[in-house]
T-cell receptor, first 115, second 112 residues
Framework: DTEVTQTPKHLVMGMTNKKSLKCEQHMGHRAMYWYKQKAKKPPELMFVYSYEKLSINESVPSRFSPECPNSSLLNLHLHALQPEDSALYLC??????????????FGPGTRLTVL | QKEVEQNSGPLSVPEGAIASLNCTYSDRGSQSFFWYRQYSGKSPELIMFIYSNGDKEDGRFTAQLNKASQYVSLLIRDSQPSDSATYLCAVNGFSNTDKLIFGTGTRLQVFP
């Protein structure tokens, strides 16, 4: 089973709203990722959690706040977003097997629209 | 600056033909190479990974890696209209703290 789930599938929010994106995997993976993808562009890495600790933050604005409550869950808290933040937000996970091929599996994504 | 380059396409092939998708990368230390397929509006789906020089086959798909030339390709045999999608090449380094670097993707169109 290589399933990563994400909720919600679609989200429309105003610039003053607070919302959260959720991601879950039950593959025993110890690395989880948030990506942002704009139309016709490749995914852009935002955050990486390794063993539930934030290991990479790609200089993402503070209006995006990640959280990893446990090894299976990853959240992305959104606050005071801008219209240019509208995009497909992808969660991925990988085994985090050091020194070997580490394959990332993507969830279906959340389509976010900021009005 | 680690880079992965792909021709954006579209690459148009007739149904039943072989589609050849190419990718070059700049970091000689790269160890793992991945091909993802992405349908419009959907998330990337892993097609294959390869980390040894040579060919790796899985059904209609063959990945080819040449580390000396820093080149990885994906061949799709007997192309079907359902193969029409964007194919993303991604490259990872030896350390698993390295990021997965994506190419910009090649759009493949298979026409009946």
């Amino acid at each position: 089973d290589t399933e990563v789930t994400q909720t919600p599938k679609h989200l429309v929010m105003g610039m003053t709203n607070k919302k959260s994106l959720k991601c879950e995997q039950h593959m025993g993976h110890r690395a989880m990722y948030w990506y942002k993808q704009k139309a016709k562009k490749p995914p852009e890495l935002m955050f990486v959690y390794s063993y539930e600790k934030l290991s990479i933050n790609e200089s993402v604005p503070s209006r995006f706040s990640p959280e990893c409550p446990n090894s299976s869950l990853l959240n992305l808290h959104l606050h005071a977003l801008q219209p240019e933040d509208s995009a497909l937000y992808l969660c991925a996970s990988s085994q985090e097997a050091r020194g070997s091929t580490d394959t990332q599996y993507f969830g279906p994504g959340t389509r976010l629209t900021v009005l | 600056q680690k880079e992965v380059e792909q021709n954006s396409g579209p690459l148009s092939v007739p149904e039943g033909a072989i589609a050849s998708l190419n990718c070059t990368y700049s970091d000689r230390g790269s160890q793992s190479f991945f091909w993802y397929r992405q349908y419009s509006g959907k998330s990337p789906e892993l097609i294959m990974f390869i980390y040894s020089n040579g060919d790796k086959e899985d059904g209609r798909f063959t990945a080819q890696l040449n580390k000396a030339s820093q080149y990885v390709s994906l061949l799709i045999r007997d192309s079907q209209p359902s193969d029409s999608a964007t194919y993303l090449c991604a490259v990872n380094g030896f350390s698993n703290t390295d990021k997965l670097i994506f190419g910009t993707g090649t759009r493949l169109q298979v026409f009946p």
